[in-house]
């Protein structure tokens, strides 16, 4: 393992570009539960009632039950070593995205500044009529469903099932996916796309593609290294590897 571990921080040493992709995993260390894992929230719940347009439109104070749930949950939580490595790799290298599937904002709270939130973010609510979005950090919320001042509901500013992802982040990331030199693919189980076409794009342009994931997944057979453990473990060895003189 430490020579898989030196070999992919000798291309990130190398690296103009560097593209992340990020996934519930990396925050499984910091107490957030992922998707598909044993025990996780797909096991539990139903995507379709909890995480579409017709379920919010069906049943506004269930969905936000569950998305204030998750709210009180993440904000429990903290950023852990995984984050905080990849808010460092940020910072040593030139050209640099993180695009993460995650809504728990950790990525931000531990420094990293060139974040793309592919699927939202939790700590935002926006309007069902008007479209206008605000950040709310009120936990736990006092009135649900909330509603904005025009009357109309106010719903969870994240990406359901079904739905579209914005179009400008959309193309943000495939433009970092197509001219990085080395992708890393972190903590996702790479089923729902287009997410997970990002590391096959970034392989089919020649990039480097490193995965840290403690199980193989769907994108295992095509990446170049699969560093096979926690990301909270992995990614401060790499860091180490970047700042050894
Ligand atoms: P998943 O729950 O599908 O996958 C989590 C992945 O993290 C699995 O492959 C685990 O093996 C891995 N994992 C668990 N602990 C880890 C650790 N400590 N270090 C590294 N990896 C670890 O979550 P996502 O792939 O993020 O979308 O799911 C993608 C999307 O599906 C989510 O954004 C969400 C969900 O439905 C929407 O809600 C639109």
Redesign the pocket.
């Known amino acids: 393992m430490d020579s898989l571990i030196r070999a992919v921080g000798e291309r990130l040493k190398a690296a103009t570009s560097v593209a992340v992709l990020t996934?519930?995993?990396?925050s499984?260390?910091s107490g957030i539960p992922?998707?598909?894992?044993p025990g996780?929230l797909?096991q539990q719940y139903r995507?379709e009632d909890l995480?579409t347009p017709e379920a919010f439109h069906r049943d506004p104070r269930l969905v936000w039950e569950w998305y204030d749930w998750r709210r009180q949950k993440i904000a429990q939580a903290s950023p852990n070593p995984?984050h905080h490595a990849l808010a460092q790799i940020e910072r040593i290298t030139p050209q640099f995205l993180l695009i993460t599937?995650?809504i728990d904002g950790l990525h931000r709270l531990a420094g990293s500044q060139r974040v793309l939130e592919l699927?939202g973010c939790i700590w935002w609510i926006r309007c069902q009529a008007e479209g206008t979005a605000h950040e709310n950090r009120e936990v736990p919320l006092t009135d649900l469903p909330p509603r904005c001042d025009c009357g109309s509901l106010l719903r969870p500013d994240?990406?359901?099932?079904g739905e579209p992802l914005s179009s400008g982040a959309q193309a943000q990331a495939f433009a970092a996916a197509e001219e990085c030199d080395v992708f890393l693919t972190?903590?996702?189980?790479?089923?729902?796309h287009p997410?997970a076409s990002l590391p096959i794009v970034a392989k089919n342009h020649g990039a480097f593609v490193a995965e840290?994931?403690?199980?193989p997944?769907q994108i295992t057979p095509l990446v170049d290294s699969h560093l096979q453990g926690?990301?909270?473990v992995i990614l401060p060895k790499i860091l180490s590897t970047l700042t050894k003189t």
């Open positions: 996934g519930a995993g990396v499984a260390e992922t998707f598909r894992d996780g797909w995507p995480a995984a599937q995650n699927h994240v990406v359901w099932f972190v903590g996702t189980s790479a089923f729902v997410a840290i994931n403690p199980v997944t926690q990301a909270g």
